[in-house]
C-alpha cells in the first residue's frame, strides 16, 4: 500500500474537498472535549496530526499551551501563518505518528478528524495511541476522534458527486481487506487530478482493547460532535476519551 496522506495532504485540493471541516465544526468538538475533562488552565495539550491548525487554534484562543504537528509541510505552513495571524503561540512542526516523540509532558493530547488507521499494519496505527500513555501527565487525557466501523459499513456510498466552485469532484468508496479506500477525482476543465484515502477500519472493541493494553482507560464516549451517546450501528462518529 502506498502513503497515500502524503501526496493527498501535500495538495492545494485537499482543504478545497473538506472545506466543510471548517472552524465552526472545530469549536464543537473542542468545547464537547473542554467539558468531559478536568485540565487546568494553560494547561500544555498536544495536538497529533494536526492538519491545517484549526483544533489548535482554538485551544490557544482559550489561553492553552498548544504543541501541534503534522507529517503535511504545506498544511503546517498554512496553519502557523494563520496562528500568526492571530497573534497566538502555537508550537507547530512537522512530524509523524509513527516515529514522534517528547521530553515534555502533557495534560491532554488529541488525535482528531479520523487521523488514525492510515497505515498499514495494526501495530503502526496503534504506536501513537501506546506511546501517547507516556507524554501524558498523571490522570491526563487522550481523545480519540474516529469514524465508526459499523455505520461505514451499513451505509456505504459506492459513489457521489459534488460542485466545487467550478470543480467536479466524483468520490468512489470500496472496502478491501479491512479499510474503507477513496479515490477522489477532481475535473477542473480539462485538467484531471486524482487522490486517494485509505483507512484501516477498526471496531469499538479493538481501539478499547488496545487502549488498555496501552495502560489506558475509558472514561468517557460519544457518538458525535454534540454529544449524543454513541450507538455501534447508529453513530457516525466514535469519540473515545481516554484516562491515564
Not at 471548517?22 to 464537547?32: M, R
Request: net charge neutral; aromatic share 12%; hydrophobic share 40%.
Amino acid at each position: 500500500m502506498t502513503e497515500w496522506f502524503k501526496e493527498w495532504f501535500a495538495s492545494e485540493e485537499y482543504l478545497n474537498v473538506y472545506k466543510h471541516r471548517d472552524t465552526g465544526d472545530a469549536k464543537s468538538i473542542i468545547s464537547l472535549i473542554l467539558k468531559n475533562v478536568s485540565i487546568p488552565n494553560k494547561a500544555k495539550i498536544l495536538d497529533a496530526a494536526c492538519g491545517a491548525g484549526r483544533h489548535a487554534i482554538a485551544l490557544a484562543q482559550k489561553g492553552y499551551k498548544v504543541t501541534a504537528f503534522d507529517l503535511s509541510e504545506p498544511l503546517v505552513n498554512k496553519a502557523k501563518t494563520l496562528s500568526n495571524e492571530l497573534n497566538l503561540n502555537i508550537n507547530f512542526f512537522n512530524a509523524d505518528l509513527r516515529t514522534v516523540d517528547f521530553k515534555e509532558r502533557f495534560s491532554l493530547i488529541l488525535n482528531l478528524f479520523t487521523s488514525f488507521g492510515y497505515f498499514e499494519n495494526d501495530e503502526e496505527n496503534f504506536r501513537f495511541l501506546t506511546d501517547s500513555k507516556k507524554w501524558l501527565l498523571p490522570k491526563g487525557y487522550f481523545i480519540l476522534d474516529y469514524l465508526n466501523m459499523n455505520y461505514i459499513i451499513e451505509n456505504h456510498v459506492p459513489q457521489s458527486v459534488k460542485a466545487m466552485e467550478n470543480k467536479k469532484v466524483i468520490e468512489n468508496r470500496r472496502f478491501n481487506k479491512g479499510r474503507i479506500e477513496k479515490e477522489i477525482i477532481i475535473h477542473n476543465g480539462s485538467k484531471v487530478e486524482t487522490y486517494n484515502e485509505s483507512v484501516k477500519l477498526y471496531s469499538f472493541n479493538q481501539i478499547a482493547e488496545a487502549a488498555q493494553n496501552a495502560g489506558l482507560t475509558i472514561n468517557k464516549i460519544f457518538g458525535d460532535y454534540k454529544g449524543n451517546e454513541f450507538d455501534e450501528e447508529l453513530s457516525e462518529r466514535l469519540i473515545i476519551i481516554f484516562k491515564k
